[in-house]
Nanobody, 117 residues
Framework: QVQLVESGGGLVQAGGSLRLSCAAS????????MGWYRQAPGKQRELVAELTSGGSTNYADSVKGRFTISRDNAKSTLYLQMNSLNPEDTADYYC???????????WGQGTQVTVSS
């Protein structure tokens, strides 16, 4: 019932921009926390940005001022605008939806972002 599909990844030069999209199925936006995570090879998956249904945001220190998370409720789509990309941003990026009581987290399949120098 719940499906998350990411798109928008690709290869970009340092200093460039990409916008990732996450299309969600099901009625999950009103009751969950939506977020973007990333995982580089050999590294632990980390939270990049999250957005609550109430509009609160949280960003990793490494992306503050460069990335912006947003949503379009009518389209059930989550976005991550990534500006001023650098090679350290290279990773697989995953969309996640988190629900509580009980805790549930749904993941998309991921989209690859590669930033060349």
């Amino acid at each position: 019932q719940v499906q998350l599909v990411e798109s928008g990844g690709g290869l970009v030069q340092a200093g460039g921009s990409l916008r990732l999209s996450c299309a969600a199925s099901g009625s999950i936006f009103s009751s969950n926390v939506m977020g973007w995570y990333r995982q580089a090879p050999g590294k632990q998956r980390e939270l990049v940005a999250e957005l609550t249904s109430g509009g609160s945001t949280n960003y990793a220190d490494s992306v503050k001022g460069r990335f912006t998370i947003s949503r379009d409720n009518a389209k059930s789509t989550l976005y991550l605008q990534m500006n001023s990309l650098n090679p350290e941003d290279t990773a697989d990026y995953y969309c996640a939806a988190t629900l509580f009581a009980p805790f549930r987290r749904y993941w998309g399949q991921g989209t690859q972002v590669t930033v060349s120098s």
